[in-house]
């Protein structure tokens, strides 16, 4: 019953990622397209709980979701636009773009068809949260914090340039 309401929970989580991908891809308005790219985050997040790797789900959620989709939505709505509900046109590489997302399906299909069905699993670490965190963060914190100060940075900055634009009209 378990693994059938996985199974479930999983093909319900793929099509909402697919579809929102797709929205954010096909739709005109940028902004749309922004918060379908959220919905595609969480939908990941989701399948990384089916998963069992919830630390991998709470990043999924606090990195991508909660920074990078407010940075980019920002970003967008800090911008000067004439008209927002045509901003995301398409352009003439549409065709070269198929071309290439069509080939590296064929690649993924062709590598999945030659990988064995049974892996061995191996022992997994009882915890892995902290042994995550200090493999992450042992040698990497000087270089973790200055990207978060420079994302800091960038934010401000990003709110001092729309202020001035803003004060300028």
């Given at each position: 019953m378990g693994s059938t309401l996985t199974l479930v929970a999983?093909?319900?989580l793929f099509v909402l990622v697919?579809?929102?991908a797709l929205a954010v891809v096909l739709l005109r308005n940028i902004v749309h397209s922004a918060l379908y790219l959220v919905l595609s985050f969480v939908g990941v997040a989701?399948?990384?709980?089916?998963?069992?790797?919830?630390?991998?789900?709470?990043?999924?959620?606090?990195?991508?979701?909660?920074?990078?989709?407010v940075l980019l939505?920002?970003?967008?709505m800090l911008t000067r636009r004439g008209n927002i509900r045509q901003s995301n046109l398409f352009?003439?590489?549409?065709?070269?773009?198929?071309?290439?997302?069509?080939?590296?399906?064929?690649?993924i299909i062709l590598a999945?068809?030659?990988?064995?069905?049974?892996?061995?699993?191996?022992?997994?670490?009882?915890?892995?949260?902290g042994a995550?965190?200090?493999?992450?963060?042992?040698?990497?914190?000087v270089p973790f914090e200055v990207a978060a100060i420079l994302l800091l940075v960038g934010i401000v900055g990003a709110i001092l340039i729309a202020r001035e634009v803003k004060e300028d009209k």
């Open positions: 999983f093909w319900i697919v579809a929102s989701g399948i990384y709980i089916l998963l069992e790797a919830e630390f991998l789900a709470a990043v999924q959620i606090l990195v991508y979701v909660g920074a990078v989709s939505i920002f970003g967008v352009n003439a590489f549409s065709l070269a773009a198929g071309v290439v997302s069509l080939a590296l399906c064929v690649l999945l068809a030659r990988t064995p069905a049974s892996l061995p699993l191996g022992s997994w670490p009882v915890d892995t949260v995550l965190a200090e493999a992450f963060l042992g040698p990497f914190v």
